[in-house]
């Protein structure tokens, strides 16, 4: 099983980037993939997840309204479309898989350690 991630860059505030993790694999799509991101001395955080059996999604207030999570089956492929992009959205992305294909509704059921497979990161920076 691997994920890799790709899209990550520079960006000024206020614009937008689309990020992609392709999946290999897997042998079933009962599963959920979830945006994390890490900045320097902080946790890593989910910002998104997006269950591939039934679609549901999650976003944490903080990213809310400004990201958006889809897929294309197709090509094993989901993506975290990010609008309005912030200093403080400035952090190393990973995407993250989980079976079964689960998103929770709280920030508590994303914590890294359960997450199974991971990608190996993409840098985002938000600055003029």
């Known amino acids: 099983v691997q994920l890799v991630e790709s899209g990550g860059g520079l960006v000024q505030p206020g614009g937008s980037m689309r990020l992609s993790c392709t999946a290999s694999?897997?042998?079933?799509?009962?599963?959920?993939i979830a945006w994390f991101r890490q900045a320097p001395g902080k946790e890593r955080e989910a910002v998104s997840c997006?269950?591939?059996?039934?679609?549901?999604?999650y976003y944490p207030n903080s990213v809310k309204g400004r990201f958006t999570t889809s897929s294309d089956s197709a090509r094993n492929t989901v993506y975290l479309q990010m609008n309005g992009l912030k200093p403080e959205d400035t952090a190393v992305y990973y995407c993250a898989a989980e079976f079964p294909s689960y998103c929770g509704s709280y920030s508590s059921d994303y914590e890294p350690r359960s997450w199974d497979f991971w990608g190996q990161g993409t840098q985002v920076t938000v600055s003029s």
């Open positions: 694999g897997f042998t079933s799509d009962d599963f959920a």
């Open positions: 997006f269950s591939l059996r039934d679609a549901d999604t």
